[in-house]
């Protein structure tokens, strides 16, 4: 596992895996997530290429107008680990949304952060996947249900 938009990683090399995974086109789905979001733009994706951006915090939102600007076929956002609160976030144009809690040392946020993606995420019909990381954030409150049915992915 690793970031394939790292700063490290050239451009000629980036453009070979694409173009690799885009051979296997019939048989494999692969989804690709990065920090590294102002590279995006200089590729073009196949089809087959899930493509992600991990948003934290609030000066993290810039990535998801990146991602937006792709021509990835299915975009998604990782909020995970969702550190603070986000504010209103535009999720236009988003295909799926994974929200989960930082592990190691173990930090859960908010439920009201949580929620507020959730709602807007809801609005727009973008499917919701909570990690199961996210369970001792409704531990004892009556949303187990919540948790344990919000493993939705996008329709391809």
């Keep these: 596992m ?12 980036i453009c070979t895996v694409l173009n690799r995974m ?21 590729f073009k994706y ?4 899930w493509l992600g951006v ?7 939102l810039h990535r998801i107008d990146d ?15 969702l550190m603070e609160e986000l504010g209103e976030v535009d999720l236009t144009g988003i295909d799926w949304i994974i929200i989960g809690a930082q592990t190691r ?24 996947f909570c990690k199961n990381n996210l369970k001792p954030l409704i531990h004892g409150v009556k949303m187990d249900y919540l948790f344990s049915t919000w493993k939705e992915f996008p329709k391809v």
């Design 2 to 13: 690793g970031d394939l938009f790292d700063a490290k990683v050239d451009t000629n090399d």
């Design 22 to 42: 885009s051979q296997w086109y019939h048989m494999h789905r692969f989804y690709l997530l990065t920090k590294q979001s102002q590279r995006l733009l200089t």
């Design 46 to 49: 196949p089809p087959n290429v």
């Design 54 to 60: 991990t948003v934290n915090r609030k000066v993290d």
């Design 67 to 81: 991602l937006r600007k792709t021509n990835a076929k299915v975009k998604f956002i990782s909020f995970e680990p």
């Design 105 to 128: 040392p173990e930090v859960q946020p908010e439920m009201d952060w949580v929620n507020d993606i959730m709602c807007t995420a809801n609005k727009l019909k973008i499917p919701i």
